[in-house]
């Protein structure tokens, strides 16, 4: 039981510290001025490493809420764990705090809808991975990581961690609004996770 639990501790952990180490590539991409379809294409890396490791995130698993025995506290477990992971990652290697901040300066409603459109496309990524195995799908996971950053939605677990560089490296951070837009892009992720998820379940997997 205890060697259970240590086992989906670790997992959790790791795919916090996947996306936040994906995130950081991305911001340091952007520095050196690769563009943002490279930046993206690098921040693949992460999601593909995950579902090759059979690691947990957060908005890969959300769409499976009520299913395969994941329960809220169970979601709610693996988004703390890929927090630590992320925040830990962009608190030591993020030195940019403008990311965030560029998000935060958003309308809410923009960020929202920008949270349903990454949980809808991180959910097909994952569903397409599961149906269909990581080798035939990579490029299909890469365009879905490509579609949501060059879109401008928003995936928790790497905002969390650029939040982690923000407060840094920020000299005012605005703490309060920053933890609601967080909570804001949580539940939008999950509301786009759930959608794809009644989606894919209603489509045939042969035609």
């Known amino acids: 039981m205890m060697k259970a ?3 989906f501790v670790l997992k959790g952990l790791t795919g916090g510290v996947l996306i936040g180490l994906a995130a950081l590539v991305y911001s340091k991409a952007m520095e050196l001025g690769v563009g943002p379809f490279c930046a993206a294409l690098l921040f693949s890396f992460g999601l593909m490493a995950i579902i090759g490791l059979s690691a947990n995130l957060y908005t890969g698993k ?10 809220s506290r169970d979601l709610a477990f693996r988004l703390y764990l890929n927090a630590l992971g992320a925040s830990l990652v962009g608190s030591i290697g993020i030195g940019d705090a403008s990311i965030w901040a560029g998000k935060i300066a958003k309308p809410w409603y923009s ?22 195995g990581i080798r035939q799908t990579w490029a299909f996971v890469a365009l879905c990581v490509i579609s949501f950053i060059l879109a401008g939605f928003e995936h928790s677990i790497a905002d969390i961690a650029y939040f982690g560089g923000y407060i840094v490296n920020s000299n005012s951070p605005l703490v309060g609004k920053s933890v609601g837009y967080l909570l804001l892009i949580v539940i939008g992720n999950l509301i786009g996770s759930l959608v794809a998820h009644w989606l894919a379940a209603i489509t045939p997997k042969e035609y």
């Open 62 to 71: 959300a769409g499976y809420l009520w299913q395969d025995g994941l329960d």
């Open 5 to 7: 639990y240590k086992g």
């Open 111 to 132: 960020v929202f809808g920008g949270a349903i459109g990454c949980g809808f496309l991180i959910f097909l990524a994952v569903e397409m991975s599961r149906r269909y």
